[in-house]
């Protein structure tokens, strides 16, 4: 459930886009440098996309974080890199008991960078290839999972690890696939 925790973990060992953890204020010159605008903003926790806001440029980060140390000045909040060439859209692998159970490509369906089928993204299947499957058990067995819903961005040198759901949901795996997930965790 935390996220950053589990970015430091997979770091060491899968691509990850580059991840910082921050108090505001925060310094927008050091954020261009280090990650470049736009740049995503995450709280520690959160699902479904909430807690999730891309930030465009220097001025609306410093605006937004004005906003975040009046509400909520102790928040530890997560700056990641945004990994244009996947804007508006990831994949979902859904993996059981080391196994992959299936994998869907969600895209926005409008000009959002999210593309959660929660939040009213779409969903279609996609092909499973020896890379997306070794990525997904490799990274599910490093966080010491059973189940799991790993994201992937599409990078421009192949995959990178969005974030990895602990209790993934399923409705949208079984739509894009035609998959019974609930009957494949009973089993």
Same mark, same amino acid.
């Given at each position: 459930? &935390?996220?950053?925790?589990?970015?430091?973990?997979?770091?060491?060992?899968?691509?990850?886009?580059?991840?910082? !953890?921050?108090?505001?204020? %925060?310094?927008?010159?050091? $954020?261009?440098?280090?990650?470049?605008?736009? $740049?995503?903003?995450?709280?520690?926790?959160?699902?479904?996309?909430?807690? $999730?806001?891309?930030?465009?440029?220097?001025?609306?980060? +410093?605006?937004?974080?004005?906003?975040?140390?009046?509400?909520?000045?102790?928040?530890?909040?997560?700056?990641?890199?945004?990994?244009? =060439?996947? /804007?508006?859209?990831?994949?979902? %692998?859904?993996?059981?008991?080391?196994?992959?159970?299936?994998? !869907? +490509?969600?895209?926005?369906?409008? &000009?959002?960078?999210?593309?959660?089928? =929660?939040?009213?993204?779409?969903?279609?299947?996609?092909?499973?290839?020896? +890379?997306?499957?070794?990525?997904?058990? =490799? $990274?599910?067995?490093?966080?010491?999972?059973?189940?799991?819903?790993? &994201?992937?961005?599409?990078? /421009?040198?192949?995959?990178?690890?969005? +974030? %990895?759901?602990? =209790?993934?949901?399923?409705?949208?795996?079984?739509?894009?696939?035609?998959?019974? %997930?609930?009957?494949?965790?009973?089993?």
């Amino acid at each position: 459930k &935390d996220k950053l925790f589990q970015m430091q973990i997979l770091a060491e060992k899968f691509p990850v886009p580059k991840t910082i !953890m921050v108090k505001f204020p %925060v310094n927008a010159e050091i $954020v261009e440098k280090k990650l470049g605008f736009p $740049v995503i903003i995450k709280t520690l926790s959160g699902s479904q996309g909430s807690g $999730v806001i891309l930030s465009h440029d220097a001025q609306s980060f +410093e605006d937004l974080g004005n906003l975040i140390q009046i509400t909520n000045p102790n928040a530890e909040i997560i700056l990641q890199e945004f990994i244009s =060439s996947s /804007k508006g859209r990831d994949l979902r %692998v859904f993996v059981i008991g080391n196994r992959v159970v299936g994998c !869907m +490509e969600r895209y926005a369906t409008d &000009d959002s960078f999210k593309a959660n089928f =929660s939040r009213g993204g779409g969903v279609r299947a996609f092909k499973v290839t020896p +890379e997306i499957e070794q990525l997904a058990l =490799s $990274v599910t067995a490093e966080l010491g999972l059973e189940i799991s819903g790993v &994201d992937l961005l599409f990078g /421009k040198d192949g995959y990178m690890i969005c +974030e %990895v759901n602990s =209790s993934p949901g399923f409705k949208g795996m079984e739509q894009a696939t035609g998959k019974d %997930v609930a009957q494949e965790l009973i089993d």
